[in-house]
C-alpha cells in the first residue's frame, strides 16, 4: 500500500490531520490498533477550548457538535466552602468552551472520513516505522495476522502515551521531561440531571473535586484519590458521600446523586517529549506530550499540534516548502509548555500534596482568592482555559 502521509492511531490527533490533509486532497492512511467500537466507546475528554470548536465548525465536522455540545461560558472555582464564578467569555472578548465528549468527536470525524473515502485500518496490530531517516519511510503492521506496509513520504506519530512512534526515535535523540503527580482522579458517569450549570472546580481539605456534565441526564464527576486505589474499593455510597463532604458549600448546596453508571482511575503526570521531529516521524498529541487533566488542555493540544503540522505538510505538498517541516516541532512545542505550565498550575493549585504542611495550604488559599478577585489573574486562567490563540 502508498499513501502520502501514513498515519499511526485513530485518536483525536491522528483523525483530525486525516480530515484536514483530505481537505487539501492530500492522501493519507490511518492504523488503529484497536476496534472501531472500542475507540468509539472509550470515555475521555470533555472540554473542547473556543478554536477547537471553531476548527470543527470551519472543516464541516462540527454538525452534530452544534446540536449536542453544551456552550458554556463560565467555570466556578469553590473553596472554603463558597464559589467564585470565572467568567471565561467576559475574561476573554466573547470567547467559550464547549461540552461534548471526546468519543463523539471522534464518531464525528470517523464518520466523515469514511464518507469521503478515506482508510482508517482498525484492528492493526504490531506497527512498527521503518528508514525515518531516508525520503521512503514506512510502517509494517499485521491485521488478522497477515503483515502488511504502507509505504509514504511522511509518518505522523499519532498513537498516544503508549504508542511506539516516540519509542522509534533512538533515545540518544530525544530529551524526556516529566512530573508524575502522587494522587491520581477517580471519575464517574451518573445518570442524573445536572448539578451545575458551569463547571465545578473545588479546593477542599480532603482534596480536589470536579462537577462536570455529558448531557440534561449524564454527568461527570471527578475526585482526587490515592493512585494506587481501585474501583473495587469504592461503594457508591462512600463515592457519594466523599463528593458531599468535598462539594458543600455554606449555603446547603449539595450535588444531585443518581445510579452511578461508570468508575475509572486516572493518573496523573505531566510529560514532553522533545523534538517532535526525527527524520520523516513527526509525533503529535499524548505520542508526544501529557498534561494533568486538570487544565482540559489534552485534546485541545492534540488538535493544536496537527493544525500544525498539516499547515507544514500542505506548504510542502504545494509548494515544495520545507521550511514549516523543519519549525514544526519548535513551534508547536510553544503552545505544549504553555499548556504545560497552566495545567500544572491549575494542579498545584487545587489538589492537596501528601505532606503538605499549612505554610503551603495557605499559599493555596492566597493563590485562589487572588485569581477570583484580581482581574488580570482571572484573565490569565481564562485565555488558557479556553485556549490561546495558535498563532
Ligand atoms: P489518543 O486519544 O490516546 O489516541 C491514540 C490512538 O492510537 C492508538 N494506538 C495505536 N494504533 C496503532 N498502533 C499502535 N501501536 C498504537 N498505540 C496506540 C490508540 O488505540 C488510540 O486510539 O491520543 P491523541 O489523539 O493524541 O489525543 C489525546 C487525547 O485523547 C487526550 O489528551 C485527552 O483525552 C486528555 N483529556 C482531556 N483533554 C482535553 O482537552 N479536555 C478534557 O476535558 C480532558 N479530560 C483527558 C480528560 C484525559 C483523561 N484520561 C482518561 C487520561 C479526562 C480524562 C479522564
Ligand atoms: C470532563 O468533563 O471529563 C473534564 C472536564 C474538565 C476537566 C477534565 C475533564 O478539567
Known amino acids: 500500500m502508498r499513501t502520502q502521509v501514513g498515519i499511526v492511531g485513530a485518536g483525536p490527533a491522528g483523525l483530525m490531520l486525516s480530515h484536514l490533509l483530505h481537505l487539501e486532497g492530500i492522501e493519507s492512511v490511518v492504523l488503529e490498533s484497536r476496534s472501531r467500537d472500542a475507540v468509539e466507546a472509550t470515555l475521555r475528554a470533555g472540554v473542547l477550548e473556543q478554536g477547537t470548536v471553531d476548527l470543527l465548525n470551519a472543516t464541516g465536522v462540527g454538525t452534530r457538535m452544534q446540536r449536542e455540545g453544551a456552550v458554556h461560558h463560565g467555570i466556578e472555582l469553590r473553596f472554603g466552602g463558597r464559589g467564585h464564578r470565572i467568567d471565561l467569555s467576559a475574561l476573554t472578548g466573547g470567547k467559550a468552551i ?193 498534561v494533568p487533566p486538570t487544565g482540559a488542555k489534552g485534546l485541545n493540544l492534540a488538535v493544536a499540534d496537527v493544525r500544525v503540522l498539516s499547515r507544514a505538510l500542505i506548504a510542502f505538498y504545494r509548494e515544495g516548502r520545507q521550511d514549516l517541516l523543519d519549525r514544526y516541532s519548535e513551534t508547536a512545542l510553544a503552545r505544549v509548555w504553555r499548556a504545560e505550565h497552566f495545567s500544572w498550575w491549575m494542579t498545584s493549585m487545587l489538589h492537596q500534596f501528601p505532606g503538605k504542611d499549612p505554610f503551603q495550604e495557605r499559599l493555596q488559599l492566597a493563590e485562589l482568592r487572588y485569581v477570583t478577585t484580581s482581574r488580570p489573574k482571572a484573565t490569565t486562567l481564562a485565555e488558557n482555559y479556553v485556549g490561546l490563540p495558535l498563532e
Open 98 to 290: 464547549t461540552l461534548y465528549a471526546q468519543h463523539e468527536v471522534l464518531k464525528d470525524l470517523i464518520a466523515a472520513r469514511l464518507a469521503a473515502q478515506g482508510t482508517i485500518l482498525f484492528e492493526a496490530q504490531d506497527a512498527s516505522l521503518h528508514d525515518l531517516d531516508g525520503s521512503a519511510p514506512s510502517i509494517r503492521f499485521q491485521i488478522a495476522g497477515t503483515g502488511q506496509t504502507v509505504h509514504c513520504d511522511f509518518i505522523a506519530g499519532c498513537d498516544g502515551f503508549h504508542g511506539v512512534s516516540r519509542l522509534s526515535i533512538p533515545e540518544s535523540r530525544r530529551t524526556e521531561y516529566s512530573r508524575v503527580y502522587p494522587f491520581g482522579w477517580f471519575g464517574i458517569l451518573t445518570r442524573a440531571p445536572p448539578s451545575s450549570p458551569e463547571l465545578i472546580y473545588t479546593h477542599h481539605e480532603r482534596g480536589f473535586a470536579l462537577v462536570s456534565t455529558r448531557s440534561p441526564d449524564i454527568q461527570r464527576l471527578y475526585f482526587q484519590c490515592d493512585p494506587r486505589d481501585t474501583v473495587d474499593g469504592w461503594s457508591d455510597a462512600r463515592i457519594w458521600e466523599e463528593f458531599r463532604a468535598r462539594l458543600a458549600t455554606h449555603d446547603g448546596w449539595l450535588p444531585r446523586e443518581g445510579p452511578i453508571t461508570q468508575k475509572n482511575i486516572v493518573a496523573m503526570r505531566s510529560f514532553v517529549c522533545e523534538p517532535l521531529r526525527h527524520g520523516r516521524l513527526f509525533l503529535a498529541g499524548d505520542a508526544a506530550h501529557i
